[in-house]
DNA sequence: CCAAATAGTAACCGTACGGTTACACTTTGT
DNA sequence: ACAAAGTGTAACCGTACGGTTACTATTTGG
């Protein structure tokens, strides 16, 4: 399912716990978080912090997948975009090493 | 990509960030977000809140997927799959139907 | 009827999330 | 050499997130 909004995602983890059989209690223990907290994210709060709706995902054995829409945009580069050198130009600018004085 | 962490997530928006030639500040603008907020989700903040998240994911048009790994209740021989009776019995089980009095 | 189980809600409270501003460091371009 | 761009970090501060506890529906079962 795709998730674009937070209640899309309570509402699959709602889905998911009951058809496990779960109760809120259950999930949240199982989660290391609060029934509180399951009830608003299940209602699609949108502040819930990622780190417990990670450990939630788990605890209901749903995996996450994510993908970059389009695979690159090159505004007016032309059509040529064979090796993505500038990706890899990028990648290797990055921050190497922390030179002390 | 798979996401397990919020380290994974924060690694996945910097590469789709970097990839689009957009600085820090304009994704954090673009988001509706700070740049220190944008800094500290890219090094795997636990504590990000979902909404910002999504909002970023949709600015560097990131999509999304949730799955549940086993089908429910893994039944071992997953030739025909019968219309998942176990699920139906769960859910009648625990909540089945709004009762008139 | 009453009791139990599950779920939604409210209050209070400590903590930390997110925004703002400023400064330090590195790389690039002039 | 310098300045500019991009990034990491620190401080302060208002707000709200999350935990706890309690109470309220709603349904089921005895």
């Known amino acids: 399912m795709r998730i674009r909004t937070a209640t899309d995602l309570g509402a699959f983890i709602r889905e998911r716990r009951t058809k496990l059989g779960m109760d809120q209690i259950a999930l949240a223990k199982k989660a290391g978080t609060s029934r509180k907290w399951l009830v608003e994210v299940e209602q699609g709060k949108p502040g819930a912090e990622i780190g417990l709706i990670l450990r ?46």
Do not use: H, M
């Open 56 to 101: 939630t995902l788990k605890s209901l054995e749903i995996s996450i997948e994510v993908e970059a829409d389009s695979p690159v945009e090159t505004p007016s580069q032309g059509k040529a975009k064979a090796p993505d050198i500038n990706s890899v130009l990028d990648s290797l600018k990055k921050r190497p090493l922390k030179k002390q004085i």
